[in-house]
């Protein structure tokens, strides 16, 4: 390797010079995304024959796999793959299954959408990660750099968004391309920009020194045994595997109620045991493995795993389908069982430990602390928490707000989509309202991201500049304000329930300033709170958390596609205005309640700012 990770990370100036080629490889993949995301909707409805509410829910299941496919990804790339392997194969992946929908779309659509959802998984948390790799800890040009890679992710967005929906709909193009070509050429223009973005990667594997490098890779920073060469392998067999289950769960989007009901719990047991293995014996850490429990502490696990299974049996029972339960119990009723063995006066083995409620039983049973197989002494309480548990917990309070920020952000590619097809005129220069819906917040980020970054500066000098939690909470505020724009489009509608694009534009405006105020700073916040060897499941679970947001924006979507059969256009404008009022309620409450927080989350977060 030409370069060292500290050759890198010293660099002089605003950027290292290997964010550009990121940039651009970033661009063309947003690209092709934002270009398939945009069709969807449309797609399904136009050429599929899919009802509002059903092409509503399956967006969300789509987008929902896109996501949750990225947790998946970075964990195989922490772990086993390294990030640019991780990544080329993610675009491998996308390439062919754009390829498949250029070939026919109306029959291979699920098929070319489950290459897409595997590709991606592996491509997106990868990139990001080996962003946060160029700068130091706590380099206050981090921010600057992932503002500049978000404008390349909205460069992307904005010409894909604009230009693959405008060509499918033959707004665009329309002397040159016929009828029935339309379609396969918007998904084969995907294609063609996933091929560019992997040649430019290629060549920028040159200067990235030992950045994204696959673990156990002799120039690696971080030194272990070379990675057998079967478990790589295994990997790629694996995520082929992946495709035709999830073309099934995509094509039913029951299969993902029950998916997103088992990858979220599974997900937060793996975090907690990876909390169990960050062990300083300076500190105290609630979850390591070693030393006994006090009865106490044994008793507090009991009571908040009832609260989970009266969680889980009540939700089942609302839907009427029990099998939301048999994923869950089980697991956590193993984990009683285990903190069962470390009660602090019992010493014992055996199948019975696995009889429901045994436990309850070991609550009274005396015995002798001196024969616990964890030792007699309890854990020590009086030590501080761990300060990389602290950041953690930081984290994950920005994960929880940000499923609700993006389930509400993310109707722009499903109920608004169907709005701007039925509802909005071209009152702006002409242009098609679905390319603005799904291109306007890319517009606008675009010049405005520059203008907020000086703007923080400019505040930062002042030492007036809010902290990164009261920037969420105003991302919430500025998200529930554009909605209160979506809802006032109505006071525009003509009797035949079409009203203004330029009004709705305005509306994009606003909620793109909320945006801002999130996104690009949660990637940055996730790499600073993040411990070095959880870097890539962190991001991961950061676009995991976007992963419910659409599953999220699915359901609504599809609460709001209520409009009785037979109704007029106008009466399918007022649902879904009234809708987006009560969702811009939800978002101003949500801001207000991050910043009544901020104090505490900021003093998890310690010296991250």
């Known amino acids: ?159 894909g968004g604009y230009l693959c929906i405008a060509i499918g709909k033959g707004e665009l193009l329309e002397s040159i391309i016929s009828k029935s070509m339309r379609w396969n050429v918007a998904f084969g223009l995907a294609a063609i920009v996933m091929v560019i973005s992997l040649i430019n990667f290629v060549f920028t594997q040159k200067s990235l020194g030992t950045i994204g490098l696959q673990p156990g890779h002799p120039d690696n920073e ?70 006994r429990l006090s009865r106490e502490k044994y008793i507090l696990n009991y009571l908040l795993f009832s609260i989970i299974y009266l969680s889980i049996i009540f939700y089942s029972y609302y839907k009427l389908n029990w099998l939301y339960c048999l994923p869950l119990i089980p697991l956590s009723w193993f984990y009683i069982v285990f903190q069962t063995k470390r009660c602090h006066d019992i010493n014992f083995s055996g199948w019975y430990q696995l009889i429901p409620f045994y436990g309850i039983y070991l609550l009274f049973k005396k015995g002798n602390s001196a024969e616990n197989n964890y030792g007699i002494s309890e854990i020590n309480t009086e030590k501080t928490l761990d300060p990389n548990i602290k950041k953690l917990y930081a984290a994950l309070v920005f994960i929880l707000f940000s499923i609700l920020f993006w389930g509400i952000y993310e109707q722009s590619g499903g109920s608004l989509s169907i709005f701007a097809a039925k509802n909005l005129n071209k009152d702006l220069l002409g242009l098609d309202p679905n390319g603005v819906n799904n291109s306007g917040g890319a517009f606008f980020i675009i010049f405005l991201a520059p203008l907020i970054g000086l703007l923080w500066i400019w505040m930062s000098k002042r030492k007036i500049e809010p902290n990164t939690i009261i920037k969420f909470g105003l991302g919430f505020i500025f998200l529930g304000l554009g909605y209160y724009v979506l809802f006032a489009t109505k006071f525009f509608a003509d009797l035949r329930g079409i009203t203004s694009l330029n009004f709705f534009t305005i509306a994009l405006l606003v909620i793109t300033l909320g945006e801002l105020c999130l996104s690009p700073i949660g990637l940055s916040i996730m790499t600073k709170l993040s411990t070095k060897n959880l870097q890539g499941m962190m991001m991961g679970l950061w676009f995991l958390a976007s992963a419910y947001g659409q599953y999220v924006a699915g359901i609504i979507g599809a609460g709001l596609a209520t409009a009785k059969e037979g109704s007029t256009n106008y009466d399918a404008l007022i649902t879904y205005t009234e809708g987006y009022k009560q969702l811009a309620l939800y978002a101003v409450i949500a801001g207000v309640v991050l910043i009544l927080i901020s104090p505490l989350v900021k003093k998890l977060m310690q010296e991250v700012k």
């Open 1 to 159: 390797m030409n370069l060292t990770l500290d050759e890198i990370q010293n660099f002089k100036g605003k950027y290292p010079k290997q964010i550009w080629s990121l940039f651009f490889s970033e661009m063309w993949e947003r690209f092709c995304f934002y270009g398939m995301r945009g069709m969807l909707v449309f797609f399904m409805i136009s050429q599929l024959n899919f009802h509002e509410k059903e092409a509503n829910l399956q967006y969300g299941a789509t987008q929902a796999f896109v996501y949750a496919f990225t947790f998946v990804g970075g964990l195989f790339a922490d772990k086993i793959l390294g990030f640019r392997k991780s990544l080329f194969w993610g675009g491998l992946l996308m390439i062919v299954g754009s390829l498949i929908l250029a070939t026919d779309p109306h029959q291979f659509f699920f098929l070319g959408i489950a290459f897409t959802v595997v590709g991606t998984g592996f491509f997106k948390p990868n990139i990001s990660s080996m962003v946060g790799q160029l700068y130091k800890p706590n380099d206050s040009r981090a921010d600057a750099g992932f503002s500049l890679f978000y404008a390349g992710i909205n460069l992307g967005a904005l010409l």
């Open 222 to 291: 971080v030194k272990s045994s070379p990675m057998p060469k079967y478990k790589e392998y295994g990997v790629y067999i694996l995520s082929l595997l992946f495709i035709p289950i999830i073309m099934k769960m995509v094509s039913v989007p029951e299969y993902t109620d029950y998916f997103m009901w088992t990858v979220g719990p599974l997900t937060i047991f793996y975090l907690f045991y990876e909390f169990s293995r960050i062990n300083d014996d300076k500190y105290k850490n609630p979850y390591s493995l070693k030393g």
